[in-house]
């Protein structure tokens, strides 16, 4: 660049510089201290002046930029990174008497030295380590083995706990440690919102924080309000004995603290047995009134200078140790069990209990999953029963408490017809549970069918939510999938939902009803192998409708075949293939894809071969690959004629190999004696 550009660009440089400070002095006054300095609108106004600028010019834009915290980096893959310092684990116990062991043995080994411990939280997230050079982050990786994990910085960076560039002073080269964590409120309304869309919640804040890191779209994470919880500073020996603040953990954390982290407040100095015993205590029982989860308390030496003294051993430092907490247990009567109509037809029992306080929330119901289940557990009519919550989110029952067992208990009398339908339950050979087979008549089933019609991986009509599908049908606008396509906007406009228990309603709209006019319009296009998916016929899944779709091509060819034909396609067992007809043998089925057929749904294969190079070939596809997904790669054999297999058998033709490819996998090919492609060589193979 000539110097005359660069003078010119200086006043743009400049505005940038000064729109990502005041946006990240706001973002931290929000994100840190729960102060609004300016309204959302003002907000909203100068970080589009800053996009606007960066698009204008990109080589001023720099990776941590407050622009970065909506994502728009997408990963393929995650880089594999060692670890510069080991991310090493404690040693923990869920025993007081092994704290005290600890305490003493500490005590012993310190002899006169003076000392004090600190006791904090042990958040229950994921462990990541973030590297600060010259206050920028540079990069964010997960803990993975403790030597390697996954590079995850564009995700880290939409993280608002998570500081781009630090304030004040700071080392110039060290690793912040924490605990990447979903706080209770944005953990409930994201599941909330996934089984709305039909997809299956996550069973714990951790879990789902964990998914949330590995999102290949940055834009996603983003929407997932993770929290940073700074736990650990972690630098070379000789740069920390430059600064008297890294004398002590406290006083590293407080300091980060004002670098920009978020540190949590509850962190205390003890210098004994019994204040370390009080602070287990206390957060014991106070942990439910944490807006996020915690699983322990951790207890470290604070000064620093002892830790080399104290050392290790084979896997974790012997200056620091975690107390796990025990889940928490009660006992509480059984009064009544209820049985629960699934989306699926399936019948699930449930535990109404006398209402208990345990871990922060009042219990009243539980499932108690089928009639193997009671059995086991042999829970009889006036049961007490205990009941548990560790991790998960939903209480458990884990078993009886006999001291009120009653000597003339009856056992549980299990549900013979659907309370929601009266039909008669069925129980398949081999299975514990048992479900009503009114599948097109009975309503919860009905409903789950829509939802089931209209999810992302079937006919993705994602203007049409559970709760719309609910209404529409206690309306008696839609009974069945063929109905949603008869739906007109004089019907939608104005529909308005049962008042929830506040009392409110909503309506649809004139908008609203556009959309979903338009959703189902475009739905037309699916093509037909998800069609089928979407039907929600029992034992078709997504790979079986395909496998269907490819192998009868047209939907008479498919209602004609016979159960032998049927079993006769790749991965389609006698028992599916014997639902399946009698699936298209049913009148009123037939009646349905007649009308969906009218209504214009695809319902045969639209050739989209586009070459036979790799006719009679047979590929396995392993691994991480760069220009292709796993499942793109796939797709792309099949267009090409050839087919996917998932294990490498004699009568593979070629093995393509991606990044991170299972070691098993490669072994085997190599026995047999199978060529093995890179992602390149596959294309050279294609386009030869
Ligand atoms: S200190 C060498 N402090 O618990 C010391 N760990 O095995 C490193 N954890 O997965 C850890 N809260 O991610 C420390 N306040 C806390 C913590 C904490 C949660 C996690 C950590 C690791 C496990 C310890």
């Not at 964590?181 to 299956?200: I, K, L, S, W």
């Not at 959703?519 to 037309?524: F, G, H, N, P, V």
Request: net charge negative.
């Amino acid at each position: 660049m000539d110097l005359f550009s660069q003078i010119e660009l200086d006043p743009i440089r400049k505005r940038i510089e000064e729109l990502s400070q005041l946006i990240e002095k706001y973002n931290h006054e929000y994100y840190m201290n729960d102060t609004s300095l300016i309204s959302d609108y003002e907000f909203d106004k100068l970080l589009q002046e800053l996009i606007d600028l960066e698009r204008q010019y990109p080589e001023l834009a720099s990776p941590n930029s407050p622009t970065q915290r909506v994502g728009g980096e997408i990963n393929k893959t995650f880089r594999q990174v060692t670890h510069r310092f080991p991310m090493l684990s404690l040693g923990n116990t869920y025993s007081i008497d092994e704290i005290v062991e600890f305490e003493a043995r500490t005590r012993k080994l310190l002899g006169s030295i003076p000392f004090s411990y600190t006791c904090e939280l042990k958040y229950d997230g994921v462990a990541i380590g973030l590297t600060y050079k010259g206050g920028e982050l540079v990069q964010a990786v997960t803990r993975g083995n403790g030597t390697i994990g996954d590079d995850i910085t564009s995700n880290a960076r939409t993280i608002a706990t998570i500081p781009l560039r630090l304030r004040g002073d700071f080392p110039d080269d060290f690793e912040a440690r924490g605990e990447v964590v979903y706080p209770y409120d944005a953990f409930n309304a994201f599941n909330q919102q996934r089984e709305a869309e039909g997809e299956e919640p996550f069973a714990n804040p951790r879990n789902a924080a964990s998914g949330s890191l590995k999102l290949q779209d940055s834009r996603e994470c983003a929407k997932r309000k993770l929290m940073f919880c700074m736990y650990f500073m972690m630098m070379h020996p000789s740069l920390a004995s430059q600064y008297r603040q890294c004398d002590t953990h406290s006083g590293r954390l407080e300091w980060a603290k004002q670098m920009g982290f978020k540190v949590q407040p509850y962190i205390q100095e003890c210098r004994d047995i019994d204040e370390i015993r009080a602070f287990i205590e206390y957060w014991d029982q106070a942990r439910w009134n944490l807006p996020f989860a915690i699983d322990g308390i951790v207890i470290k030496v604070n000064q620093t200078a002892l830790w080399d003294q104290l050392g290790l051993t084979a896997k974790s430092p012997r200056w620091a140790i975690a107390y796990k907490f025990k889940a928490q247990q009660v006992s509480t009567p059984l009064l009544s069990v209820s049985f629960q109509v699934g989306r699926t037809g399936i019948v699930t029992p449930v535990a109404n209990m006398e209402p208990v306080w345990l871990g922060g929330t009042t219990v009243r119901r539980a499932t108690l999953v089928n009639a193997d289940f009671i059995e086991k557990m042999d829970i009889r009519e006036g049961d007490h029963l205990f009941i548990e919550k560790g991790g998960e989110i939903i209480p458990k029952v884990v078993g009886v408490d006999m001291e009120y067992r009653k000597v003339d208990a009856s056992p549980i009398s299990y549900a013979t017809v659907c309370p929601e339908c009266g039909t008669p339950l069925v129980q398949l050979e081999g299975e514990a549970g048992r479900y009503c087979p009114n599948s097109d008549g009975c309503p919860p089933q009905i409903v789950g069918r829509l939802e089931h019609f209209v999810a992302r991986k079937a006919m993705n009509i994602d203007s049409l939510g559970s709760e719309r599908l609910q209404l529409l049908y206690n309306k008696g606008l839609v009974k069945n999938i063929a109905d949603l396509y008869d739906l007109t906007m004089e019907q939608l406009v104005g529909l308005e939902t049962e008042a929830d228990i506040n009392g409110r309603r909503s309506t649809i709209q004139e908008k609203g009803a556009e959309n979903i006019i338009a959703a189902l319009e475009a739905s037309l296009s699916v093509p037909f192998e998800r069609v089928l998916f979407a039907l929600g016929i029992r034992f078709v899944g997504e790979v079986g409708a395909k496998k269907l779709a490819r192998h009868f091509k047209h939907i008479d060819a498919l209602i004609a075949a016979s159960v032998d034909e049927l079993a006769e396609v790749e991965d389609i067992g006698n028992k599916t293939a014997q639902v399946v007809a009698d699936y298209f043998k049913d009148p009123f089925h037939l009646d349905i894809i007649r009308r969906l057929r009218k209504a214009g749904l695809q319902m045969d294969i639209v050739d989209n071969q586009r070459g036979s190079q790799l006719e009679g070939l047979a590929f396995v596809v392993s691994g991480v690959f760069s220009d292709f997904s796993r499942d793109e790669i796939k797709a792309h054999i099949e267009q090409h004629g050839g087919k996917v297999v998932s294990s490498i058998s004699a009568k593979t033709s070629y093995l393509v190999a991606g990044e991170k490819m299972g070691p098993e996998k490669l072994k085997k090919a190599e026995k047999l004696g199978i060529p093995i492609l890179s992602e390149e060589e596959y294309l050279q193979l294609v386009n030869k």
